[in-house]
Structures are given as structure tokens and as C-alpha cells.
T-cell receptor, first 113, second 113 residues
Framework: AQRVTQPEKLLSVFKGAPVELKCNYS??????LFWYVQYSRQRLQLLLR??SRESIKGFTADLNKGETSFHLKKPFAQEEDSAMYYC???????????????FGTGTRLLVSP | DTGVSQDPRHKITKRGQNVTFRCDPI?????LYWYRQTLGQGPEFLTY????????KSRLLSDRFSAERPKGSFSTLEIQRTEQGDSAMYLC???????????FGPGTRLTVL
């Protein structure tokens, strides 16, 4: 079954430290992967998607098909990065054209001054 | 249009009562999704509409749940005979037909006493 695993519930770092939020997925086809972020009292929003291969707010994520991973990284964390981060896998359901989105359980990033 | 909106934002009800939630998607989006999120979990897919047609339903959506999207605009999610296990955040999202990026609403938090 398609699955997304985020092994850390909480990641606590100091401002300026590097950050890596781990995400592993289970899917036999070609995955489309996303990172969503939810800041305090705000709605869930897309942070980045692997096909864009872009850096958003200093975050990057590289799809590693061999390790089935899509870890989110930032070299220097900022206090405003404190939020809940969800990794998500999108895959097509057979014969429907529907792309289902499966989320991990999320990692709370806490950046302290 | 400032994004996906949901109403109400909070709902407290007694076990056995019926509740109905509304979602207004971004106006030009054809696809609309409902998710449920419980404490410590990521959003879990419930159902999906393309225009007015409900094309996918999760097995999480028991027969007490029904969703509609009349005229392909707003959508409603009704839960009949609520149970304490229905307590969760109910999220709505919308997207363009040809894109997989989903834009989320703020959610409706349901508490069943």
C-alpha cells in the first residue's frame, strides 16, 4: 500500500543550525512528492513539490528513488520556520484519472533563538 | 476570491446529532476534496468531486457520511448520528483539473460530546 513515513514527531534546533526533516515513501510507480507546511493558526499550504526542483524559503528537497526518500533540508534554520511539516505522496488511482494525496503524520519543527 | 473557505470553523454537537459542513472552493477549480485529520495524524482522504460528480470515496467514509457538490460549486459534508470517534478536523481542498497541487481551507473542527 502507498505510505508516507515521517519518523520524527518533533525536531528541535537552534536558530542558524541546519535542518533535515525526514520523509520516506512506499510506492512502486513514479511518485509525485510534496512538502506541505502549517504555521501556527494558519491553513495547510504547499511548500514545495519535487518536480519543480526549486528552493522555497531556503528549503530544498531531493527525491531519492533508490532510498525512497524525500527529505526536506535547510542549511540555516530561522525562528519563523517553526511549524508543522507534512510530506505527501500523490499517485494515480487506476482507471480513474484521480490523483490521490497521501500524507505522513507530520513533524513539528521548533526553532529556538 | 481569497482562497478556499469553510463554514463553520468550529462545531460542538452531542452524540447522535446530525451536522453539516460547507466548503467553498477557489472559484475556477474543478476538483474538490474532503479530508479528515485527527490528533497526531496527517490529513486522510475522504472523498473527491470533479465538478458535481463524486468520483472517489474512501472506505473511511461510512454510510453515516454523505457529501454533495450541487452545480459543481460549493460542497457540503453531512455526518448523521455523530459518534465521539467523528471528532476531528475536517479539511476541504480544491485544485485545477490538470494540476495536482491542492489548496486547503482552514478546516472545520468538530467535537462530539
Amino acid at each position: 500500500a502507498q505510505r508516507v513515513t515521517q519518523p520524527e514527531k518533533l525536531l528541535s534546533v537552534f536558530k542558524g543550525a541546519p535542518v533535515e526533516l525526514k520523509c520516506n515513501y512506499s510506492y512502486s510507480g513514479s511518485p509525485e512528492l510534496f512538502w506541505y507546511v502549517q504555521y501556527s493558526r494558519q491553513r495547510l499550504q504547499l511548500l514545495l513539490r519535487h518536480i519543480s526542483r526549486e528552493s522555497i524559503k531556503g528549503f530544498t528537497a531531493d527525491l531519492n528513488k533508490g532510498e525512497t526518500s524525500f527529505h526536506l533540508k535547510k542549511p540555516f534554520a530561522q525562528e519563523e520556520d517553526s511549524a508543522m511539516y507534512y510530506c505527501a505522496l500523490s499517485y494515480p488511482l487506476m482507471n480513474t484519472g484521480f490523483q490521490k494525496l497521501v500524507f505522513g503524520t507530520g513533524t513539528r519543527l521548533l526553532v529556538s533563538p | 476570491d481569497t482562497g478556499v473557505s469553510q463554514d463553520p470553523r468550529h462545531k460542538i454537537t452531542k452524540r447522535g446529532q446530525n451536522v453539516t459542513f460547507r466548503c467553498d472552493p477557489i472559484s475556477e477549480h474543478n476538483r474538490l476534496y474532503w479530508y479528515r485529520q485527527t490528533l497526531g495524524q496527517g490529513p486522510e482522504f475522504l472523498t473527491y468531486f470533479q465538478n458535481e460528480a463524486q468520483l472517489e470515496k474512501s472506505r473511511l467514509l461510512s454510510d453515516r457520511f454523505s457529501a454533495e457538490r450541487p452545480k459543481g460549486s460549493f460542497s457540503t459534508l453531512e455526518i448523521q448520528r455523530t459518534e465521539q470517534g467523528d471528532s476531528a478536523m475536517y479539511l476541504c481542498a480544491s485544485s485545477f483539473t490538470w494540476r495536482t497541487e491542492q489548496f486547503f481551507g482552514p478546516g472545520t473542527r468538530l467535537t462530539v460530546l
